[in-house]
């Protein structure tokens, strides 16, 4: 009989996985691990006793009515400053994303046929975009405004302001569908387009449009890169504070039209193979009557700023090629300068979010390196156990796979993130909304189940926010993924030969 191969050796892994188990139950738990014998032994001796014995021990105490009152009014006063200093829960009521037109959409042979027309000259910037192009992770069905699929390009203003009315129109019509909630009534109005920035703002425009009320406070973010939707969120977050009863809408967006790159810098081409269209628009609320309603409530948000170092700041710099064509220049740095604000980001957020036996571990991993061995490898966190769902922004292939690496996520965990890259492509600030609304499309979100959001964004900035599912939500019948969600998740290979 020929010899069998030896069995792999399960019986380690497994002992190993039982004890990191129960290390993080028993540190998680240690509390009620140490309250519950507390009051086994009082409740023992409370049987032990009889009925005229626990009544003498209560006529043996002696209440002082002064002090019966002092101690009173001291625990209301301790209560009423508790409750007038907590912050207000703030609620994400609903949200809604914008689904380009199929008239917009641009497959490979059609992106790759205007760039041969628009660079007839430049042969290697063509074959360099079709590299790009690839190894991008994009599909088929991304979408370019319409005045990018004119050859040559038109972007003039008149097509910037339309591409803008379009997106954002359409995601603001729909959230006013779904919240039933009226022009009239919003209270705040945060728009957010780090390129695109006319007089009148946007937010203006928006105002203008749905004839919104004479005092609304109204925002408009520019130049603040692809995080600058999270940002949006911490600024509504900021006056939900200090305006009682009131809500804010949020619309994030990047406007492709005027800044389609017609250049021959490899470094400013490669956003002509990324960035396509989109917009998201938000209604968040600090209303107790929306707290039923609601699809999230908002638990942190960190904003981490690396600015101050020089090469983050020049890492994504919008400038002019030695041609005089404006672009977006892409250093070969982003993803080491991204994983340093990732990590000063984590840092902070952490201790919010991780639970003790985390905490603990990482806490003995540091004092380990800074006394006894600096070489030794830090414990990376396992933010598995503190989130349910992770919505990573859609920047690129490679961003997803070095968040991928470095948080040890699984294929699941990052699904959001590669099918929206991959459907919608780099939608900038609202690709966030895309991933949150996959993961509503798909049926996996609960009530309890909490989401990290994660954004990069130029300056160099690194922002996240923690949400938790107020309640169960139910598959939704529209949305951007109405028509493709059982099709996915779709294989995406490494290397799509064009």
């Known amino acids: 009989m020929p010899d069998q191969a030896p069995m792999p050796e399960f019986s380690s892994s497994v002992k190993l996985k039982y004890v990191k188990l129960g290390y993080q139950y028993l540190v998680n738990h240690f ?9 086994a032994i009082v409740a023992v001796e409370l049987l032990r006793m009889g009925p005229e014995e626990i009544l003498n021990v209560w006529n043996s105490l002696e209440f ?51 760039s041969r027309l628009i660079l007839k000259d430049k042969p290697k910037s063509v074959e360099f975009q079709m590299r790009i192009l690839e190894r991008s992770g994009l599909g088929e069905e991304t979408c ?4 990018i699929h004119y050859i040559p390009p038109t972007p003039t203003m008149d097509a ?46 928006v105002i203008n449009k749905y004839k919104l009320r004479s005092n609304i406070k109204s925002f408009n973010l520019s130049g603040m890169g692809c995080s600058a939707g999270l940002i949006s969120v911490d600024l509504a977050r900021d006056l939900l504070q200090v305006h009682p009863n009131s809500n804010a809408i949020i619309v994030s967006t990047e406007i492709i039209t005027p800044n389609y790159y017609q250049g021959n810098e490899r470094a400013m081409l490669l956003p002509n193979c990324l960035f396509r269209m989109g917009a998201a ?35 994504v710099y919008e400038q002019e ?34 639970p003790a036996s985390e905490q603990l571990l990482f806490l ?16 990376i966190p396992d933010f598995k156990l503190a989130f349910e769902h992770f919505c990573i922004h859609a920047g690129g292939r490679a961003v997803i796979d070095e968040l991928q690496k470095n948080l040890q996520l699984s294929g699941e965990h990052v699904e959001a993130s590669r099918m929206t890259l991959h459907r919608f492509g780099n939608t900038s600030s609202s690709s966030l909304w ?17 989401v990290w959001q994660i954004a990069f964004g130029s300056g160099f900035k690194c922002n996240s926010a923690v949400w938790k599912c107020n309640r169960t939500i139910k598959t939704p019948k529209d949305g951007p993924w109405s028509d493709c969600i059982d099709r996915y998740p779709v294989f995406i290979p490494e290397v799509v030969k064009l």
């Open 364 to 379: 003995l991993s540091l004092i380990g390196r800074k006394i006894f061995n600096p070489k030794l490898k830090p414990y």
């Open 160 to 205: 910037a302001r339309s591409e803008a009315q379009m997106v954002i129109f359409t995601a603001m019509d729909d959230l006013f569908e779904k919240t039933g909630l009226k022009p009239k009534d919003v209270d705040i109005l945060i728009v957010n387009c780090s390129l695109f920035s006319p007089t009148p703002s946007l937010s203006a425009m």
């Open 31 to 39: 509390l009620s691990f140490l309250l519950i014998p507390i009051m």
């Open 281 to 315: 628009a938000i209604l968040m609320s600090n209303r107790r009557s929306d707290r039923w309603r609601a699809k999230y409530k908002l638990s942190h948000l960190v904003r981490t700023h690396r600015g101050a170092d020089d090469k983050s700041f020049f890492c």
């Open 144 to 147: 370019l405004p319409p005045a």
């Open 434 to 450: 895309y991933e949150l609304s996959y993961i509503e499309a798909k049926g996996r979100m609960r009530r309890g189940d909490r």
């Open 321 to 354: 090629d030695r041609e005089g064509h404006v672009g977006i220049n892409l250093s070969k740095d982003l993803m080491a300068i991204a994983g340093e604000a990732l990590k000063a980001n984590i840092t902070t957020i952490g201790p919010l979010v991780l």
């Open 64 to 114: 002082d009515l002064v002090q019966v009152l002092c101690s009173s009014f001291f625990v209301i006063f301790i209560s009423t400053v508790y409750f007038m200093s907590k912050p207000r829960t703030i609620y994400l009521v609903d949200y809604s994303c914008y689904k380009p037109p199929v008239t917009c959409r641009v497959p490979f042979a059609t992106f790759m046929e205007h």
